[in-house]
């Protein structure tokens, strides 16, 4: 009886198999049918939806962290510089949240830069450096967005029952926008750097 040759998938080797494509196994905008979440997929869906337009947002803010944190200039640049890049790490760790999220309810999350360009509510800035006014503005803008998709996305997780989404985006995403903006706008507040202003020499002279 001649022995039966194995498949060539079968076979051992320590040969790389490159080049490899396949169907997806999965749609983008669709979600797993049967996972035990007590979420109906409708819910779902809805949710997966507007999780992903609040990735497409926060993946660009993060980017946008990192572009004014490379361009800035000025006398507070050193401050700025180091801030930027804070808000731009605790940006990318709230990304991977929201896209955990959205794979925990059985969908899909968005994750190369052209389909987030073609998703984001938020404004392409120019390539070129901009003052430091501009790039603030541009990151308050940013996150208003952010937190007024935050605000909308909450309530709605709440009368559909989905708890989890509404807590990772209150929680996780709106608080940490927030705070962020606190430290934003204060470096927007018109002060004099090196002197104080006398309010009975501003009377006098007025």
């Known amino acids: 009886m001649s022995k039966k040759e194995p498949h060539p998938s079968e076979k051992v080797s320590a040969q790389p198999r490159l080049h490899q494509r396949a169907k997806e196994i999965q749609a983008y905008g669709t979600v797993n049918h049967l996972l035990p979440l007590d979420l109906e997929e409708p819910v779902r869906l809805e949710m997966t939806e507007q999780l992903n337009q609040l990735l497409a947002d926060t993946i660009t803010l993060r980017d946008l962290y990192k572009k004014c944190h490379w361009q800035v200039s000025g006398p507070t640049f050193y401050q700025l510089h180091l801030l930027f890049d804070k808000h731009f790490g605790e940006q990318a760790e709230i990304v991977d949240t929201i896209a955990e999220r959205i794979q925990t309810l059985g969908g899909i999350s968005l994750a190369m830069a052209a389909d987030v360009a073609e ?39 709440s009368q559909l029952g989905d708890d989890g989404t509404n807590d990772l985006v209150v929680s996780d995403v709106l608080r940490a926008n927030e705070l962020q903006v606190w430290f934003l706008s204060e470096h927007l507040v018109s002060m004099p750097l090196v002197h104080a202003v006398d309010n009975a020499q501003v009377k006098r002279s007025a």
């Open 119 to 157: 998703t984001t509510q938020i404004e392409r800035p120019p390539r070129g450096r901009e003052e430091v006014p501009v790039q603030l503005s541009r990151l308050l803008d940013a996150h208003k967005i952010i937190i007024s998709g935050c605000r909308t996305l909450s309530r709605r997780a």
